[in-house]
């Protein structure tokens, strides 16, 4: 965008990027009023969401010939990059001379520049119980992560076919994956944009908690195992992810500091950062939840209660034959397709007997309520 301050709008403006260059770690461009990040002999640490805006702008610098799809899956490869999330997005994320760009290791510029152990811990300091980073907001506090794996499978989709040529350059390409893409594809009906938020959260903690419970015999409860994968910081960003791409198609283009320009950092921005506008101001989340599911206020509850038993289901699969081994899981036969068919029906069951025996506490619809809940804040 292209604008010029009057000499009393020059005069505030200067004296915010006075404001701004004071704190030590950014610089305006005095010219397209920019800010950006100062050259530091240290690598710079994510600390506050606009922090991570600029962080983002300083990827979409990098890589600018890609568009927001591509820059969304870059950016949540950063923490999830498994076999499971290259076929629940259609994004694969950016390339260079034909050769798969990886921002979060070293040589590349992005991860010399930034803290990326700080952003995403390695899987040891996950393991020990240190989470992905937490942000504050106006709207309160988010795992970033949460959010820009939503941003990804709504700007890129579930794959329309199995990816098999980006799967051979991720050496993810086997028997394994493609029974992955088959049973997501049939899971999610072919559209994963919940999966890769609320529903995904929501119906693995369900299944962990069934498994804990029905198959390991251990004392957990769904509580316990929502904390692991859908704590209310997770859940808030799961929310924001879902909807943030709605939000930012109802800001009017005189009311976002980036107009119309549909980047991954616009979106956010206008998420996070705008205050002023109107048709945020007094609309709750559901609004926007109900125009991302393309559902009315009455089915939300059934809505949501589907789709994180559709996630659930062969997450409880995966987790059960898991813990079994193959000794374990020779009674549900020898191919992995034989064995998964089988945990689902187990979980069917299993899902059965705890409805209608299990606590009230326990059940997937107490974390479904919460989510619901959630629903009814207001966007600040």
């Known amino acids: 965008m292209n604008y010029k301050p009057s000499q009393d709008e020059g005069g505030w403006i200067s004296l915010a990027a006075?404001?701004?260059?004071?704190?030590?770690?950014?610089?305006?461009?005095?010219?397209?009023?920019?800010?950006?990040?100062?050259?530091?002999?240290?690598?710079?640490?994510?600390?506050?969401?606009?922090?991570?805006?600029?962080?983002?702008?300083?990827?979409?610098?990098?890589?600018?010939?890609?568009?927001?799809?591509?820059?969304?899956?870059?950016?949540?490869?950063?923490?999830?990059?498994?076999?499971?999330?290259?076929?629940?997005?259609?994004?694969?994320?950016?390339?260079?001379?034909?050769?798969?760009?990886?921002?979060?290791?070293?040589?590349?510029?992005?991860?010399?520049?930034?803290?990326?152990?700080?952003?995403?811990?390695?899987?040891a300091e996950l393991a020990a119980g240190k989470k992905n980073k937490r942000l504050a907001t106006a709207m309160g506090t988010v795992d970033i992560s949460h959010v820009i794996a939503g941003l990804d499978t709504r700007l890129n989709g579930f794959p329309s076919a199995y990816p098999a040529a980006h799967l051979k350059k991720r050496n993810h390409d086997d028997d394994e994956a493609k029974l992955k893409y088959k049973t997501l594809k049939a899971a999610s009906g072919g559209n994963s944009r919940d999966f890769g938020t609320w529903s995904g959260d929501l119906g693995q903690a369900y299944a962990e908690f069934l498994v804990a419970h029905y198959v390991k015999n251990e004392k957990k409860t769904l509580v316990q195992a929502a904390r692991d994968s859908a704590d209310d910081e997770a859940l808030l960003a799961d929310i924001h992810g879902y909807i943030a791409t709605d939000v930012w198609s109802?800001?009017?283009?005189?009311?976002?500091?980036?107009?119309?320009?549909?980047?991954?950092?616009?979106?956010?921005r206008d998420m996070y950062l705008v205050s002023v506008d109107k048709s945020k101001k007094g609309a709750r989340y559901q609004t926007f939840f109900e125009?991302?599911?393309?559902?009315?206020?009455?089915?939300?509850?059934?809505?949501?209660?589907?789709?994180?038993?559709?996630?659930?289901?062969?997450?409880?699969?995966?987790?059960?034959?898991?813990?079994?081994?193959?000794?374990?899981?020779?009674?549900?036969?020898?191919?992995?397709?034989?064995?998964?068919?089988?945990?689902?029906?187990?979980?069917?069951?299993?899902?059965?007997?705890?409805?209608?025996?299990?606590?009230?506490?326990?059940?997937?619809?107490?974390?479904?309520?919460?989510?619901?809940?959630?629903?009814?804040?207001?966007?600040k």
């Not at 109802?250 to 956010?268: H, R, Y």
């Open 18 to 123: 006075g404001v701004v260059n004071g704190i030590g770690k950014y610089t305006v461009n005095e010219t397209t009023y920019t800010v950006s990040f100062k050259s530091s002999k240290d690598r710079i640490k994510i600390d506050t969401i606009e922090d991570f805006i600029l962080f983002v702008e300083e990827v979409e610098r990098q890589y600018p010939t890609d568009g927001p799809g591509t820059i969304a899956t870059e950016i949540r490869q950063v923490w999830f990059s498994d076999g499971n999330w290259e076929v629940l997005s259609a994004g694969m994320g950016v390339e260079s001379g034909g050769v798969l760009v990886d921002i979060e290791t070293k040589p590349n510029p992005l991860a010399l520049k930034f803290d990326m152990g700080d952003l995403s811990p390695s899987k």
């Open 250 to 268: 109802s800001v009017p283009a005189s009311e976002s500091p980036t107009g119309e320009e549909k980047k991954v950092s616009s979106i956010l």
């Open 291 to 379: 125009q991302a599911a393309g559902k009315k206020a009455s089915e939300l509850q059934a809505f949501i209660t589907d789709r994180s038993l559709a996630f659930a289901r062969p997450w409880f699969a995966k987790k059960a034959a898991e813990h079994r081994g193959f000794w374990g899981n020779l009674g549900n036969g020898w191919s992995k397709q034989d064995i998964l068919d089988k945990t689902m029906v187990e979980f069917d069951t299993t899902h059965a007997k705890h409805v209608a025996t299990g606590s009230a506490a326990n059940q997937l619809d107490t974390l479904v309520k919460a989510l619901l809940k959630k629903l009814s804040d207001e966007l």
